[in-house]
């Protein structure tokens, strides 16, 4: 029987609400005034001090500098974009009377402009973070992460944030509870509009204003930061306009208020204090700030780059050529810097240079001698390695699209992109959207393609995949960024689990490939596998693909071996002569590693059979046991996964099923997130996953 949620409004006001359960709440409260301050006039006519977007702008400069050095991409355009809003925001909170969270929750949907507001509070000293604390932005040893995290960052982040569109349902979430606990708190979210074509976020787009109706929701506030941009180019473009959306919020139920230039500081603020005000005033009508902003704003080229500057373009080098001194002049608006960051600036020259002339400076007496050392070996990114099968198929006649959601420069796909236009596609930034499409194609016969972060392939677009297989309509994923391998990010973004979420839906195959050939030759198998399997009348198996990002051997193939598709390949064999013998089992970015720790236990004496274990869920039982067999049957395993549900668990279960005698130290992370450092193996250091942690499990095998 349907419960009549409508009684609830019957029921007396006394027994209708309920509290949540008390604890305590570690978020800082309300700060001094800002050290770099910049006045507004509010609705009263008082003037108040908010934090000066200009310095936000300056100290995203130079802090994403000190993470690029370190070896981090960092975000520049987004954070740019909502500086004047987001001094507004927390220029009407932190001003409040008593504590300003009692008045507000404050949800950052655009978690990729989190260190805009990291700079804001660093100007406030919220949170106890200062200018030096954003030196460290990124690196493994600060709270401030690539995007916000409450887990690292509980003084300052409430809702952790990164995948676009995850934010703004909770924020939904906490107004609801602040309606139910009978709370005075109005809710104040920010999003971009690239992340306004996520599900989740069009679902409390409908959701907020329909539940306010009925009295459901506390004030809530939605401010949009329209910029017409994502990440690799125009939203109209590249996929289609959101216009016709935001349109539409009216009709949904949101009171709009419009603003026209969200980066006019004054404009800015009053908007957002009028959107408050009205919210606050009429809890049954949620508002929304639409505000045009200009993304990358304060930088000529990057306001007039395609994607607005999202990444921050400056390389070490430009610290020490003018670039960087020339690109913070600019955001200064051409008057001389402010002593700090003008320090700040020289700072970063002065550790730059001395950096360049130890480089140039030989290294030691017998500097320039001609050596004999080995030529290095070449290095690419595994991904590369898709797009060239990709375009070798369609270059047959074959039917591959290629359906993507924004990140198809990221995960490696452009250039089958860049060859055909026509059988390419962006949904817009929709990962489900782009799945469920893919699968659409695929009951029609093409051979779909569709590429994103592995965080967000097997998370928004999970039921997706199951919906695709149950209607025998199955897909090749390209899911880039696996693990740890997307350091910088930070949690958010490190898939540690898709192994564990996809590799039990039917019919799916998930595939690690450890090199950029590996990569190149699975994928023409997979899409070989679609032409041969639809011309028997049968339904091929969905390809997952899951790699990382950093730079990788060209080829990990030993002389005289070759690919077999469903066999693991012997990658190194240091056994000869050797008493004491291991087998490490490895896919993915980690096989090179566990190449590294043979080599190191090598030293040592003992013997080692690398295998590459790329198909994780229906591992090549027959190669490890005849690998455990000539090794005393003493395994480890090593994935840039969670232990459970990972590769090395699903080898060990079959190798038990089987009965093959088995002593295993199985390495992966041990049910924690992340967090952000500049590169993968800071990570895999930390959490014992690196060649020494795997010759050390090898040894401890005894
Ligand atoms: C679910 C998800 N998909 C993809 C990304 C990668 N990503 C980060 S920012 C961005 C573009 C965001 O566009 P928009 O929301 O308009 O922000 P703006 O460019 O205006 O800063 C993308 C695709 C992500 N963070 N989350
Ligand atoms: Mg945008």
């Keep these: 029987m349907a419960v009549d949620l409508g009684a609830a409004a019957s029921i007396a006001p006394e027994h209708r609400h309920r509290k949540g359960l008390a604890y305590p709440n570690p978020l800082a409260k309300n700060p001094g005034q800002p050290q770099f301050p910049a006045p507004v006039t509010r609705a009263d006519g008082t003037t108040l001090q908010v934090a000066d977007p200009v310095a936000t702008r300056l100290m995203v400069a130079l802090m994403d500098m000190n993470a690029v050095i370190g070896g981090a991409a960092c975000h520049w355009g987004g954070p740019a974009a909502l500086a004047e809003i987001m001094s507004s925001v927390h220029g009407v909170m932190f001003s409040r009377p008593g504590t300003w969270y009692d008045h507000f929750n404050f949800a950052n949907d655009a978690g990729h402009t989190e260190n805009g507001v990291y700079a804001l509070k660093a100007n406030y000293g919220f949170a106890g973070v200062t200018v030096q604390d954003l030196k460290g932005f990124r690196s493994i040893s600060s709270k401030l992460t690539g995007h916000g995290e409450s887990h690292l960052f509980p003084e300052g982040v409430m809702v952790s944030n990164g995948p676009l569109g995850s934010s703004l349902p909770i924020a939904q979430g906490l107004a609801m509870a602040d309606r139910l606990a009978d709370n005075k708190r109005a809710t104040v979210c920010v999003i971009s509009d690239g992340a306004m074509m996520e599900g989740e976020a069009k679902e409390a787009v409908s959701a907020i204003p329909g539940l306010a109706g009925k009295d459901q929701v506390n004030p809530f506030v939605l401010i949009i930061s329209d910029n017409n941009t994502k990440l690799s180019g125009r939203v109209d473009a590249d996929s289609f306009s959101m216009q016709p959306n935001f349109q539409a919020l009216e009709a949904l139920g949101w009171h709009v208020v419009k603003l026209a230039n969200g980066n006019d500081l004054q404009a800015a603020f009053t908007a957002v204090e009028t959107a408050i005000r009205l919210a606050e005033g009429d809890r049954t009508k949620p508002v929304v700030l639409w505000a045009k902003t200009v993304k990358g704003y304060g930088v000529a080229a990057t306001e007039k780059s395609a994607s607005g500057g999202h990444g921050y373009s400056l390389a070490g080098a430009d610290a020490v050529n003018g670039k960087l001194r020339a690109f913070v002049a600019e955001v200064n608006k051409g008057q001389p810097l402010p002593a700090w960051a003008e320090a700040w600036l020289i700072e970063i020259e002065t550790a730059q240079k001395a950096k360049a002339e130890k480089a140039a400076q030989p290294r030691d007496a017998n500097a320039g001698v001609p050596t004999t050392a080995p030529a290095p070996v070449k290095k690419d990114k595994i991904q590369a390695g898709f797009p060239k099968a990709m375009i070798a198929a ?309």
């Design 394 to 702: 369609a270059d047959k006649g074959l039917p591959v699209v290629s359906v993507s959601a924004d990140l198809q420069g990221s995960t490696g796909v452009a250039p089958f992109r860049q060859k055909y236009p026509q059988l390419s596609f962006e949904v817009g930034i929709a990962e489900s959207n782009m799945v469920s499409t893919a699968a659409g194609f695929s009951k029609q016969g093409y051979i779909p393609v569709v590429d994103t972060f592995a965080q967000f392939g097997v998370t928004k677009g999970l039921l997706p995949l199951c919906m695709a297989n149950l209607s025998q309509s199955p897909v090749i994923g390209v899911f880039s960024h696996t693990g740890f391998q997307d350091a910088a990010d930070g949690a958010s973004h490190q898939g540690l689990q898709y192994l564990a979420m996809t590799g039990a839906i039917p019919h799916v195959t998930t595939y690690c490939p450890a090199s950029a050939e590996e990569a190149e030759w699975a994928m023409g198998e997979a899409i070989q596998h679609f032409v041969d399997e639809r011309a028997k009348g049968h339904h091929p198996d969905s390809v997952l693909f899951f790699c990382g990002r950093e730079n990788f051997a060209v080829s990990l193939k030993p002389e005289g071996a070759s690919y077999a598709w469903g066999k693991a390949m012997t990658v190194a064999d240091t056994t000869a002569g050797t008493a004491k013998k291991v087998v490490i089992s490895a896919n993915g970015s980690l096989v090179a590693h566990a190449i590294k720790a043979a080599d190191a236990l090598a030293k040592e004496g003992i013997g080692a059979l690398v295998l590459n274990n790329a198909i994780a869920n229906k591992p090549d039982l027959a190669a490890h046991q005849a690998a455990l067999a000539a090794c005393g049957g003493k395994l480890v395993t090593v994935e840039d996964h969670q232990v459970i549900g990972g590769a090395g668990q699903t080898l060990v279960a079959s190798l038990v099923a089987a009965g093959t005698p088995v002593q295993v130290k199985i390495l992966g992370v041990k049910g924690e997130f992340g967090q952000s450092a500049y590169t993968a193996d800071e990570l895999y250091a930390k959490h014992g996953i690196d060649a020494k942690a795997i010759a050390a499990a090898a040894k401890a095998l005894g």
